[in-house]
């Protein structure tokens, strides 16, 4: 096909091209402006190619951009191409991919793999042969270029390309591309690897054919002179860890001496590519074995990795130390996410129900926005964590010596890695470190006034990773002076120790709960002054703080010497802030903590702050209407809806029964019915919560909803979305026991879900505990309605319940066990030896629950006889028959 370009229509679109690159944001709006109205024209992207591919004369960023521009259509708008364009469009990519300047080649390849996903590689048959056949150019930049393409075709495209829709043009590919592990140009030789390494993650099967010989060619390349050839032999050796471990084996003692080599690389992306091996080695369960005996030389140059570069002190302006009186740029505030209300009930272990979420080592290395993405010193502390995890007590021979060299050192650099180092390993060596604490925690202590910010700031971190064993000593001796410290570095001159002491100082409280109790007033005092203190940045942080000191000490908060500190700055935040500031949800959460804190002691602040939760939630639901009816509105941000959803939830159990006159006089009842059938699983997840809260506080107001309320709680009873199901479980535990007999009505529209999810393997344990208690108390209010179900669930309730300390939901789910068994004696024969196991875990049971459970235990002895009774209780557990003995007299 030949187009010509008319010449006036090609110097308007250069023109345009040239004015785009202009830095004035009114020009580039003017531009986007002609853009879109020439992408009416059908051959407007003719133009664009022919800018692109023809036009050597031009200046390169002109044809790049043209390219780009061209690459965004084709994105938006490539159905509704005609076909003819988009064949020339094609026939020009590849008559190009061998243009003399690497930028130009660069952007056809990006274009190329655009089209193709767009229409789609089997739309474009001849593609793929055509760069392979092109690799084989004698001329570099065609070799170059469609090698380039073919990167970005094998990132974008694994899997279908190993898929048998296009013939598996695997099979001829892969060995093609090892071909060029030996080509004499490194920048070919890099492409060919990363080609590769692209089909290792998926196991692709034509790579798995030839998996020694890829194994041996890098290899081969393991210390070629390129950088971007080494990074990439390391990348693929760090998947193949992953996936064909069987393979690397043989050659591990070979692979790990070459990855020390490598994790020292003098380019900075080759050693980080290399740390990575580590991590994933960790992962593996032979670490241990083949690792050992590497260690004392591993260990030193992970602690090495960890120091600051000089670009990194730069970009960190790690040498000015006193910035707090600089505002912050509004980018350098990272968008937070609220966590919706989750309830879990107190377990008998220790920890309690948090087995959802893993707290990821982060480093305390969150530096900084210019730091934040992955970099060698995270890596390198990160690998050292894991691996003191695999490795335990035994690595601190090694690990010790180059601690003492670090941490005492003189140069600030050095010193600064060993604190990270030292907080790096305190999860894996907690119980081999004890030995060292009484004499590392008062030294860490006195580094919180070194003189350089950055060290201040580690240390806060590494302070904080030991904070469980700070408070289990003596208070005077460590707690006392560590706290006293960190709140002087609260109202540190520097910004970052700010972050970092607020971080820090939110650990010491979730560690120290009501050890704290003594010292409020100062604290208190110290939060507030911040408040006035603090840039934006560090102000959100704040508020956490704030409300993680209020979930520690509860009640504790709620003296009027405490309440007259902490609440008037907060609530002028509040009125200054607008409902539509993204400031506002941190502070909604902070109150929410201390409305549940403070209990009655929040009264005086209840009615504006409840008023305005109903404002935002109304708010958010109306736009939702709008944007859905109408295309102009934009998509609401629903965080705010949650995080006043979950606000009410604070005020409701922390008010209790004073809630009752604000619910009296709102549509929350109305609001809560459209947010419980919300599309986005987090609103619903607080809408439950809120449920239950109110269910709890003011029960008659909920009552007259039931109907509508409780098909609802029943579509969601769906393990899937997991937080969703165990708040709508917990939901429907609470509001049966306040709805007695009359709950009748709505079983079947609950029970066979709650059936399924108990059964479920791999459920989280706080939704099987949730779960347990609710079908518990179902059974309490209804037994004749769930008794027959017994043999369905009564093991796996008896083996969730085993481990819960005794409280207000555990007797009542027992209560409902015990009527339901009397129902039905025999749904519970066959399992009989696990209602057992389940009672004897009761410390303390109410008396007239002992004697429920006494009398089924004897009515059981006497139904099957003494003999066969006596050949029952052999067959448990020594302790388990004491236990019962001394508990039940049986």
Request: one cysteine or more.
């Amino acid at each position: 096909m030949t187009w010509e370009p008319q010449a006036n229509g090609l110097q308007q679109i250069i023109a345009i091209l040239k004015e785009s690159q202009s830095p004035d944001t009114a020009t580039q709006m003017a531009v986007h402006m002609k853009l879109e109205e020439l992408n009416q024209y059908p051959d407007f992207n003719n133009y664009l190619i022919y800018v692109l591919t023809k036009l050597k004369a031009e200046d390169e960023p002109t044809r790049s951009l043209s390219g780009l521009i061209l690459k965004n259509n084709i994105r938006n708008h490539g159905n509704n191409l005609r076909p003819e364009i988009v064949e020339y469009i094609k026939h020009e990519c590849l008559q190009a991919i061998g243009d003399t300047s690497p930028l130009i080649r660069a952007t056809v390849g990006i274009l190329i793999t655009t089209i193709a996903s767009n229409g789609g590689l089997h739309n474009w048959p001849q593609l793929l042969p055509s760069l392979c056949e092109m690799l084989d150019s004698q001329d570099y930049n065609v070799c170059e270029g469609a090698f380039s393409a073919l990167q970005k075709i094998c990132e974008d495209h694994a899997e279908v390309l190993d898929s048998a829709a296009l013939n598996r043009p695997l099979n001829i590919m892969i060995p093609k591309f090892m071909q060029y592990f030996s080509h004499n140009d490194p920048k070919i030789r890099s492409h060919a690897i990363a080609c590769i390494n692209h089909f290792i993650i998926n196991r692709s099967q034509a790579l798995m054919l030839h998996i020694d010989a890829f194994i041996e060619s890098l290899f081969n390349l393991s210390s070629d002179d390129d950088h971007e050839v080494r990074k990439n032999v390391c990348h693929g050796l760090v998947m193949l860890l992953e996936v064909r471990m069987d393979r690397l084996l043989p050659h591990m003692p070979q692979i790990i001496e070459y990855m020390l080599m490598r994790t020292q690389d003098s380019d900075d992306g080759v050693a980080l590519e290399a740390s990575e091996f580590w991590l994933s080695l960790a992962e593996q369960n032979i670490c241990k074995d083949v690792l050992t005996p590497y260690l004392p030389q591993l260990a030193p140059i992970l602690v090495r990795g960890m120091r600051y570069s000089e670009i990194d002190i730069i970009l960190l302006k790690g040498n000015i130390e006193d910035d707090d009186m600089v505002p912050d740029r509004e980018d350098d505030i990272r968008p937070r996410f609220h966590k919706s209300r989750s309830h879990a009930i107190k377990s008998g272990e220790a920890g309690g129900g948090g087995d959802e979420e893993d707290d990821d080592f982060d480093g305390g290395l969150d530096d900084d926005s210019s730091l934040s993405e992955w970099n060698l010193r995270k890596c390198s502390a990160a690998a050292l964590d894991v691996l003191a995890n695999v490795f335990r007590e035994e690595c601190l021979p090694i690990v010790l010596p180059i601690l003492k060299d670090t941490l005492f050192h003189h140069e600030w650099v050095i010193k600064e890695s060993g604190v990270l180092a030292l907080g790096a390993i305190a999860e894996g060596c907690m119980q081999g470190m004890i030995q060292h604490l009484p004499e590392l925690i008062p030294y860490l202590i006195s580094c919180l006034s070194d003189k350089k910010a950055l060290v201040r700031s580690i240390t806060c971190w590494t302070l904080s990773r030991y904070a469980n064993w700070v408070v289990s000593q003596p208070h005077d001796q460590y707690l006392k002076p560590l706290m006293e410290e960190l709140l002087k570095r609260i109202l540190d001159s520097n910004k970052r120790v700010q972050e970092a002491a607020c971080s820090a100082f939110a650990t010491l409280e979730e560690e120290a709960c009501t050890d704290l109790v003594p010292y409020l007033e100062y604290i208190l005092q110290t939060l507030v002054f911040a408040f006035s203190k603090y840039q934006h940045k560090n102000l959100l942080i704040l508020y956490d703080a704030v409300g993680t000191l209020a979930d520690s000490v509860g009640h504790h908060l709620n003296k009027p010497q405490y309440i007259d500190i902490l609440m008037p700055p907060l609530i002028e935040k509040w009125n200054l802030l607008k409902d539509d500031d993204k400031d506002l949800f941190p502070l909604l959460e902070c109150l929410s903590s201390i409305a549940t804190a403070l209990q009655s002691g929040f009264l005086p602040y209840c009615d504006p702050v409840y008023k305005r939760c109903i404002s935002l939630i109304e708010q958010t639901i109306n736009q939702d209407m709008a944007w859905k009816q109408n295309a102009g509105f934009d998509q609401p941000d629903k965080e705010r809806m949650i995080v006043a959803l979950d606000l009410l939830s604070g005020l409701a159990e922390g008010l209790d029964g004073h809630i009752e006159s604000l619910v009296a006089n709102s549509n929350i009842m109305q609001l809560l019915y459209q947010c419980m059938q919300d599309a986005l699983p987090e609103v619903r997840q607080s809408s439950f919560a809120l449920l239950g809260d109110l269910t709890k506080a003011c029960f008659q107001h909920v009552h007259p909803f039931m109907a509508e309320f409780f098909p609802i709680l029943g579509q969601n009873l769906n393990p899937d979305h997991i937080s969703v199901c165990n708040n709508a479980t917990w939901a429907i535990g609470e509001i049966c026991m306040k709805l007695g007999e009359e709950t009748r009505q709505y079983i079947h529209l609950v029970l066979k879900e709650l059936i399924i999810i108990i059964n479920r393997p791999n459920t989280t344990k706080t939704l099987l505990e949730n779960t347990a208690i609710t079908i518990g108390r179902l059974g309490y209010v209804c037994p004749v309605e769930v008794a027959p179900f017994l043999p369905e669930f009564v093991r796996q309730w008896c083996t969730s319940l085993r481990h819960i300390r005794d409280n207000d939901e555990k007797d009542s789910a027992f209560r409902g066990m015990c009527h339901m068994i009397t129902v039905n004696p025999a749904g519970v024969l066959p399992d009989f030896i696990f209602f057992c196991d389940a009672i004897a875990s009761w410390v303390n049971p109410p008396q007239d629950l002992h004697q429920m459970i006494q009398k089924i235990l004897h009515g059981f002895k006497n139904q099957v006889g003494e003999e066969n009774w006596r050949r029952f209780v052999d067959q448990f557990p020594s302790t388990l028959s004491d236990r019962l003995v001394a508990m039940y007299n049986i």
